[in-house]
Every structure is written in structure tokens, then in C-alpha cells.
């Protein structure tokens, strides 16, 4: 069978970017297929609202909502709405989430959820935030997200709840992941090289740590000769963190020692860590 997975793309988050291509890296998977409506840049409950009947329409074997706050009113309300319908849905959201009214509802609901700790919000103030900036923060974070474990292991979760579908699991039956992912299962597994792993770690706690210097400058400081830094900052640091990523990949490129776990045409996960070897 074709497991249909449809993706609710609301507003933006790193983890948004890359959630369906996780899943089908050479876009040769022969076992599911993806379908992703987005609301933009936007949270309004019409955008939403949008997204949502685009993929009720699609009648997909489960959904997946990626938003920033996944406690708005918006993200919530598309869950919701999705459920109603009968669809399994797992959320994928950021750390703010865990720090609002409704986290313990969200725990407590038969909703799945992923919350990635270290997809920190941007620091989104127009004396400092243009298009390049954006872009270029953005990038950092997928390094980050990609080169600590944390995309690994987000897309092992979704890839569990492809198998049971194709095992014939529906509905209820079944299974949805309910994770936090941090500095220490995000990396766990991922390095062969302990210097590398260190170097990861330390990149995923700066890069959690952004979310807060970014609250700060953007809601809580309301002077801009004060909030201009405060968000520079937040953003070297994301930079920062990124450089660690990538001497953490060259220590292990120098050993040898990537580990890569590529997806067979029939969705089954193989790995190596030889760069000349064939996945097994």
C-alpha cells in the first residue's frame, strides 16, 4: 500500500522546512506520498482554515501540523479540526509551546507531538529582520536541527507511524510519538567521534537558548536602541552554534565516521558509516 501523509505547514519553523522531505530524501519512495498545504507566513484563522480543508480534502492516512506556538489559537484550532475528521495528527512545534497555557492539554490530548527544543524563534524586529537576515538564520538553524540529530530523530518518529499504517494500523490504533527532543536524545547515537558529539551537544543548548534572548528582544524590551542588540545577539549566537555543527561534521568526516541511514525505495531505513561501503 501508498501511505498517505499530509503536512499542515502553518506560519514557519525550521522543522517545517524539512518535515516532508525528511521522509523521501531522494524523492524515490515507492511506499507513501506527501502532500503539504501552507498558510505562508500567516496564523490567521482564514489561512488556516484554508490549509486545513485542502487537506481534510486529500483524505491522507495521518497529518502532521508544524507551527510555531503550537498553543495559538490557529495551530490549535486546525489539530482540532483535523481530528474531528478522523485523522491522526502529530504536532511538530517549537520550545515557546512547552512555556504556554495549553501545554499540559496538548499532553494530555490523543494528539501527537514532537517539540523541538533548539528551533528557536527568530529575532523579528524591522530595525534588524530584512529578507537576507531571515534567510540566513534560518539557514543556520536547518544546520543545526540537521548536523545535531535532532531531524534524524524526528523523522525516525514519523517514519514509526508510516509502518504501522502499512501494517494496517487506522485511527486510533494507532501509535503517535509524544517527544521533547534536547541536547540529550537528540544526539544520542549520532557521532562516533566523542569530541564531535561534545561539539554537537554544546551547539544544541546555544541553540535553545536563542528562543529566550529572542523573547526578550522582541516583546520584552520596548526601547529599539536596546532590543537591536539583544536580537543580534540571539542571532550570532544561532551562527555560532551552526560553526560548532560544522567542525562537529569534519571531525567525523576525518575519522571516517558519518553516519548516514538512507531510506530503500520500500521505505526501509539502511545505514553505513564507511564512506565506500554500501548501506545495509
Known amino acids: 500500500m501508498v501511505v498517505k501523509v499530509g503536512v499542515a505547514k502553518l506560519g514557519n519553523i525550521a522543522s517545517g522546512v524539512m518535515a516532508e522531505l525528511l521522509l523521501d530524501e531522494r524523492a524515490d519512495r515507492e511506499d507513501m506520498m506527501t502532500f503539504m498545504a501552507t498558510s505562508g507566513t500567516k496564523l490567521q484563522k482564514e489561512d488556516v482554515d484554508r490549509v486545513v480543508s485542502n487537506l481534510k480534502a486529500w483524505q491522507p492516512d495521518f497529518a502532521i501540523v508544524v507551527s510555531p506556538n503550537g498553543v495559538l489559537e490557529g495551530p490549535v484550532g486546525a489539530r482540532e479540526d483535523l481530528k474531528a475528521a478522523g485523522i491522526p ?19 494530555a490530548s490523543g494528539f501527537g507531538y514532537i517539540i523541538v527544543k533548539a528551533d528557536a524563534m527568530i ?8 529578507p537576507v537576515e531571515m534567510a540566513d538564520y534560518n539557514g543556520n538553524l536547518v544546520k543545526v536541527l540537521a548536523l545535531t540529530g535532532a531531524f534524524r530523530k524526528l523523522q525516525m518518529e514519523l517514519d ?8 494496517g494500523k487506522k485511527g486510533a490504533e494507532i501509535e503517535l510519538p509524544k517527544l521533547v527532543l534536547n541536547s540529550d536524545n537528540s544526539t544520542k547515537g549520532e557521532f562516533t567521534n566523542p569530541y564531535a558529539l561534545a561539539k554537537a551537544r554544546a551547539a544544541y543548548e546555544i541553540a535553545s537558548a536563542v528562543a529566550g534572548v529572542n523573547v526578550k528582544g522582541c516583546f520584552m524590551t520596548k526601547e529599539w536602541t536596546d532590543y537591536v542588540p539583544i536580537v543580534t545577539s540571539a542571532h550570532e549566537m544561532m551562527r555560532a552554534a551552526a560553526d560548532l555543527c560544522d567542525q562537529a561534521r569534519e571531525l567525523e568526516k576525518g575519522c571516517d565516521g558519518v553516519i548516514r541511514k538512507p531510506h530503500k525505495k520500500t521505505g526501509e531505513i539502511v545505514s553505513k558509516v564507511a564512506l565506500i561501503s554500501k548501506p545495509e
Open 89 to 107: 495528527t502529530i504536532v511538530i512545534t517549537d520550545d515557546v509551546t512547552t512555556k504556554k497555557e495549553g501545554w499540559e492539554a496538548l499532553k
Open 123 to 130: 529575532g523579528a524586529r524591522r530595525e534588524f529582520l530584512d
Open 160 to 167: 514509526k507511524v508510516i509502518d504501522q499504517v502499512k501494517a
